[in-house]
């Protein structure tokens, strides 16, 4: 009978500073989603402080510091650690086991072709000083997800290149060894605009290092002040201006945040963002009207979050318990799956009985022929 392989949700992200909406439309909103329809049957969201050392190795504090911090926007955002388990990278030593073996099945020439790995060296400015460990974790990652029986990566679309080369890895172990791994799927956000969040600067990702984010944890006066503050469109210089809402920051952030029900609150004027946005593009609207609706709708939608937030604050070692915890269950089910790895492989020596018990006949057989031989040597020399 033919095993059935369960539905299990791995994602996670690097603790180099508090979460911003970029990540909330990008994969945090969908992943309490899916927790609340319960379809998986089991789901893993991992505080990835090893991959994060990768080019912080210099700055550890940053990382040991920011780990709380994402637990809590986690927590703040609806993830429910009953249902999830949240666990922090480092505390899992089997994604490091096959980090090193999966190092095997992948040629430098491939690593580099990773596009997810190109941009960001274009963008962090390594030069010839890139560290080994950030050019390789396309393998660390692959790990990551592997070593959970992993079906579904929800994620950004720029880890599109990070999956496929997690889908590469378990086709050439499994040709190699055996069916051990699942080749698992990305699940990208459901619209366009959530894919992939502009800063507020108008460049094309929302970045922690850029410092052009809106934080989950930010309060209400800062997301006014940095929405106000946005770049729009640079054509649209006064009211009666034609306007242009593709590419517009203001208004890809509308699409990703707004619901009829913030017009009937905030903007009663339009119906729905249609609306708005054709407004706006045959002239008449200007951008402070537009900037304002959106600041309310961003704290209609992080009111709620950080309200969580400031509860859980006053709690933090219980914050640390649930990581401990998460992190000793992901742990159990690592080495289920490496435990079938290793066999598959031929690494399990101790626990290999039938390998002893050939090494040893065969060893037998040596000693006895060579008996044999002294024994007919001394015969003939008599």
Known sequence: ME????????TGDRPTGRLHI?????????????????????????????????????NPQKVRDNVIEVALDYLSAGIDPSKVTIFVQSRVPQLFEFTSYFMDLVTYSRLIRNPTIKSELDMRGFGESIPTGFLTYPISQASDILMFGTTIVPAGEDQMPMVEQA????????????????EPKIMLPETEASRRLPGTDGKAKMSKSLGNCIYLSDDAKTVEKKVMSMFTDPTHLTITDPGHTEGNPVFIYLEAFAKDEHFAKYLPEYKNLDELKAHYERGGL?????????????????????????????????????????SAKAREKAESIAIRARRAMGLNYFENRKLIEKQQKAYNKEHEAAAKLAAYLAQSKK
């Open 3 to 10: 095993e059935t392989i369960k539905k299990v949700m791995l």
């Open 286 to 326: 200007g951008d402070v009207t537009v900037k304002r609706f959106l600041a309310k709708v961003l704290n209609d939608t992080l009111d709620p979050i950080r309200a969580r937030r400031h509860e859980l604050e006053k709690d933090i070692a219980g914050v640390y318990k649930i990581l401990e915890e998460g």
């Open 22 to 58: 970029g990540h909330y439309v990008g994969s945090l909103r969908r992943r309490v989603e899916l927790q609340n329809e319960g379809g998986f049957d089991e789901m893993f969201i991992m505080i990835a402080d090893t991959q994060a050392l990768t080019d912080n190795a210099g």
């Open 167 to 182: 889908q590469e890895i378990a086709h050439k172990f499994n040709a190699l060894y055996g069916e051990v791994f699942v």
